[in-house]
């Protein structure tokens, strides 16, 4: 903030709320079942819309160990999804599902082009979808093409080297397959 002539203070930096209101209408909240139950919650984004089936990108181990996924949208409203196809080494998922009413796409960017420092954020339900959704929390982009083991099979072993990008915006379990954005509100990761 700075203060103007007349002493009153100015709010100067918006901060990303614009790029927020952008993106925030095209993340879901992912409910995995089996047997009925719940045993995995997440959270995705719509990615596509082709003749009223939307695609949604969530990341594989929140589907992985169900029969059954349901996504809630800002607005309430909950659909049954169908799991499209899914890769563990990557650890993304593809679900769709069809209708007629017109929902919110989010706008996909680019990573190449980040430099580290830039400002990023996450949207998602971290820890209790029922209190925390559509939480946001921003940070900065930490590194780039950042090598991690992955082990698939809950063995201590890694099975996968997978280059990710690391930034400080806080994400917690539930974070699980929603945006990370650029300022522009353009998702640039998983």
Partial sequence: RIESN??????????IADAV???IDSVVIVKTYSLNRIVATGTGFIYKNENNKYYMITNYHVIQNGDRVKVTFTDGNEE??????GDKYSDIAVLSFETSNNLAVAEIGSSVDMRVGDTVFAIGAPLDSSVYSWSVT???LSGKDREIEVSTEN???????????????????????????NVNGEVIGV
């Fill in 80 to 85: 049954s999804v169908i799991i499209e196809g």
């Fill in 21 to 23: 209101e952008k993106t």
């Fill in 138 to 140: 921003r940070g900065i």
């Fill in 6 to 15: 007349d002493g009153q203070q100015e709010q100067t930096d918006k901060g």
């Fill in 155 to 181: 063995s201590s072993t890694a099975d996968w080297i997978m280059q990710v990008l690391q930034t400080d915006a806080a994400i917690n379990p539930g974070n699980s397959g929603g945006p990370l954005c």
